[in-house]
């Protein structure tokens, strides 16, 4: 049951009119170094383009590439390779885009494609990766916190969450990465939720060949983990060529981007457009432009809950944007007597006010105020609540941004439900 024209705005002149006509314009204030080093960097190169892993597609020079590969696998191989469950020699259009994805990796020279792609097969075989998915490794308080697999993007790609701000707990550092041994079972533990991810994709020309790695950097600590940062950069880079399309860093401190720059002219300008990098503040607006609301973590701005899984594919949610100076009222006609409406909502970065309440059709009855109006933190997660009409009318989610001059990214959904039927 949807309205037809569900938003209406309001706009505060208190923002737009407090400054008299006769005075001077406040000149812009100059931007710092970090400031400029952050724009650099997110305004840098073209968003990166993804391969579609069709022969026809392939420069005259490519296709000789990997038909030369397949030749000196053949003669290289002492039995039949396989990997990811796909024979590499045989036809099987699978084994192009996987062999594509070493040569690319390698600029198609075809003797470095080989040599990393038959190091990679060994790396394999000892570490057993072909059955790590199914391992019970231990991890269960870091599964759905420090490495985790989380629905799509809007093209389709599964998406990876990496967040290691818990191990700034001393204790919990001690007991993940406390010697050489503990060090080893977490890459195993890493690689294994990287190769949950792979068992999502297509392996097919046309379809969908990698994921999104999404990396929060909220209270990292960078030295403690350059360790483990280093190894598991190392295995992924190794044996994982192309296997993701675009990497999405948020909440990025000063320091990451001054990194950046110093890093960014030895990088190939491929690796650069995958870049995403969004500062504390803007993580839901970056995201939202990659993945759909419905589909972000709650505590990224997003309206998705580990629990969801349990109710079968999220409903969608319409999207919207809250300027600065404006309020927004969202208005769900037409709920009968009887109903009960569900509903979600969450703006990012909130630091505004917001209030729900049901107005009844019928004249003289009273509004109810469902959620009285509050202010809402930054980090505060998006909003769930239900409520049962008792006659009709309409529910009402308001908020207000008059208060702020900044333009905010927000998105709702929701549900009715009559007595006997869902609506």
């Known amino acids: 049951m949807e309205a037809t024209s569900p938003i209406s705005v309001q706009q505060s002149l208190n923002l737009q009119d407090q400054t008299p006509e006769f005075s001077p314009k406040p000149s812009p204030l100059k931007k710092n170094f970090v400031t400029s080093l952050m724009e650099a960097a997110t305004l840098r190169t073209p968003s990166f383009k993804e391969d579609t892993y069709f022969i026809s597609n392939l420069k005259a020079s490519e296709k000789k590439a990997l038909q030369e590969l397949k030749d000196k696998l053949i003669a290289a191989s002492h039995g039949p390779n396989s990997m990811w469950g796909i024979p590499l020699l045989g036809g099987d259009e699978r084994a192009d885009v996987i062999l594509l994805k070493f040569l690319r990796a390698r600029d198609f020279r075809v003797q470095d494609s080989l040599n990393m792609l038959q190091k990679c097969l060994s790396w394999r075989k000892d570490f057993d990766a072909d059955g790590i998915v199914e391992e019970d490794l231990g991890f269960k308080e870091l599964e759905g916190v420090v490495a985790y697999m989380h629905a799509y993007d809007r093209e389709g ?25 503990k060090l080893k079972k977490f890459l195993r533990w890493r690689v294994q939720v990287l190769e949950k991810g792979i068992k999502l994709l297509h392996f097919k020309p046309g379809g969908i060949n990698s994921i999104i790695q999404v990396t929060d950097l909220k209270d990292m600590p960078k030295r403690e983990l350059r360790v483990a940062s280093n190894h598991i950069l190392s295995l992924f880079q190794d044996n994982y060529p192309e296997m993701v399309a675009r990497k999405i860093f948020i909440n990025v401190p000063w320091y990451f981007t001054l990194l950046y720059s110093m890093f960014s002219p030895f990088l190939t300008q491929r690796t650069k457009s995958k870049f995403v990098i969004s500062k504390e503040g803007n993580v839901a607006e970056t995201l939202y432009k990659f993945i759909r609301p ?52 969450v703006v990012g970065s909130w630091e505004l006010e917001y209030s729900a309440e ?3 059709n019928a004249e003289g009855s009273y509004t109810i105020a469902v959620d009285k109006q509050r202010r809402i933190a930054a980090n505060e997660e998006a909003i769930h609540n239900s409520f049962t009409a008792r006659e009709a009318g309409k529910m009402v989610l308001s908020v207000d941004n008059t208060s702020s001059r900044k333009r905010k990214v927000a998105a709702y959904r929701y549900l009715v439900r009559k007595s006997t039927s869902i609506v």
């Open 157 to 181: 790609h599964p998406v990876c969450y990496n967040a290691y701000g818990i191990f700034k707990d001393r204790e919990m550092y001690e007991r993940i990465f406390g010697d050489d041994e």
């Open 294 to 345: 419905e589909d972000v973590p709650v505590q990224y701005g997003g309206l998705s809950r580990p629990s969801d899984v349990l109710n079968g594919p999220p409903k969608p949610a319409s999207e919207f944007t809250v300027k600065g100076g404006e309020k927004v009222n969202i208005q769900i006609e037409g709920i009968e007597a009887g109903a009960t409406i569900s509903w979600d909502i």
């Open 358 to 360: 049901f107005v009844p």
